[in-house]
Nanobody
């Protein structure tokens, strides 16, 4: 019912920047919070940042001050601006959305994108 497609990942040198985008599509009635998570090789998936439809944000401590999450509600798109990237930021980055569909207006579900690879070289 809801599809999330990430873009913007790639290879960047330490200290560089990347901007990730994730667009939601499908039979969307409402999107509440959206967020970014990441998973590095051999590690568990961890929170990067979340943002509500009203613009309230939440960041993991290691990303605070370097990463910025934003969204365009009219486009059902969430962004992640990543600055001062470090090799330890290398991971697959996933976006997600808490959303309801026209088929199930009163029921919210969590949807995940397929992930996009971010690689930061030394």
């Amino acid at each position: 019912q809801v599809q999330l497609v990430e873009s913007g990942g790639g290879l960047v040198q330490a200290g560089g920047s990347l901007r990730l985008s994730c667009a939601a599509s499908g039979s969307i009635f409402r999107i509440n919070a959206m967020g970014w998570y990441r998973q590095a090789p051999g590690k568990q998936r961890e929170l990067v940042a979340t943002i509500t439809s009203g613009g309230n944000t939440n960041y993991a401590d290691s990303m605070k001050g370097r990463f910025t999450i934003s969204r365009d509600n009219s486009k059902n798109t969430v962004y992640l601006q990543m600055n001062s990237l470090k090799p330890e930021d290398t991971a697959v980055y996933y976006c997600n959305a808490d959303a309801s569909t026209w088929a199930l207006v009163k029921y919210d579900s969590i949807y995940w994108g397929q992930g996009t690879q971010v690689t930061v070289s030394s």
